[in-house]
């Protein structure tokens, strides 16, 4: 809920996606931090993807590669690289998905993009710019990817505590991607919440010049 | 509209934000490149906000900052420093918004977290760390923050085609912000649109390990 009168109204006034809309993803919407033990289809994750493809990145890049890990073995593997306070809850979790950049993500762009093929040598001959754009883009996807899980009636437990390093040299080793966040799946526990943290207020934020 | 058809059957049955949810926020919505003339108010400015401000940040660190670049002067600086091809553009949005990262997030924390209030010593003693937390998350959070201007009822032109050290120098010249995106924002006009462009295939972007 908003944490103050005005921002409800505001809300109420001049927001066109409907309520229930911005409960799913915005307004009561909460990262869990424990599941039940109700499955996630692989239907429900094409469909999540289905939906977090659309929004934009630049030069239609979407560098955004997703590995779910489900199998014991790869999941222990995972759970020894993330910080000790995220390997229960990521040992436990339904589906654990490993958000990636794609470096070379410049291959697919006669595919993405057919009418500008000079993107591709443009791409290509900076190692290091093209890593960055792919991680910007990346990151941008990934916040697109989250509220795309929530849309699936799903809660989303996202983390940046975990040896990236470790997580690209196990399940990446050729380089090509680059590890950035990992999140659990599921149907939230009765327990998935702490307390909502506070946000910024709009002063914080926002300026106008 | 999804591309494939088995992409709107899973739409259909596996997503729980409804059709015009779906179709307002991912499925139909597209990056304008034209707007109408019709204004965009103070109080749809701050809808947006009460809306992106919510999904998760690492730490609850928040460090997204926006300005709006609204008198004549301040707009026709910002258009000086966009790439050829965003000026006119830029020029004419009924709002243009700079997304920045603040690299001083952290002096926010005993707000944002005070139940950890080691944060602040944390993020306060590298500076390269402390910058890179605050360009990742605020990446992410511009994701929210474009799909917010979306449910606003919005179009965005989001533009990463912009001079971000003259931008800098130009607006956040204490070196505190960094700018990230250039978005416009408005009504989009009738010849708003560019043909969408192709996503990835599911195969190309997720493995099962």
């Known amino acids: 809920m908003p944490q103050n ?20 993803l915005f307004t009561d919407a909460r990262s869990a931090n424990a599941f039940t033990d109700e ?12 939906l977090a493809k ?19 073995d790869a999941r222990a593997a995972l759970v020894a690289h993330m ?15 490993v958000l990636a950049a794609d470096v070379d993500f410049h291959t697919y762009l006669p595919q993405l993009f057919p009418s500008r093929p000079q993107l591709v040598d443009h791409f290509g001959q900076d190692d290091d710019a093209r890593a960055e754009a ?26 940046t505590g975990f040896d990236s390093a470790g997580v690209d040299a196990t399940f990446f080793p050729d380089g090509r991607y ?10 939230p526990a009765a327990d998935a919440w702490f307390d ?8 914080q934020v926002v300026r106008f010049v």
Chains 1, 2 share one sequence.
């Open 54 to 72: 659309y929004p934009p990145t630049a030069a239609n890049t979407n560098p955004l590669r997703i590995l779910y890990v489900t199998s014991p």
């Open 83 to 97: 910080a000790e306070g995220n390997r229960a809850k990521t040992a436990a979790a339904p589906v654990v998905a």
């Open 5 to 24: 009168p005005s921002g409800a109204a505001l809300l109420d006034e001049h927001i066109t996606l409907d309520a229930a809309g911005q409960s799913l």
């Open 178 to 187: 680059r590890s950035l966040i990992v999140v659990n799946i599921g149907h």
């Open 196 to 203: 909502r943290l506070p946000r910024h207020d709009y002063e």
């Open 134 to 159: 792919a991680r910007f883009n990346a990151i941008l996807q990934a916040g697109y990817y989250l509220l795309a899980v929530r849309a699936a009636g799903l809660a989303a437990g996202p983390m």
């Open 39 to 50: 499955p996630v289809s692989a239907d429900q994750l094409q469909a999540i993807w289905e």
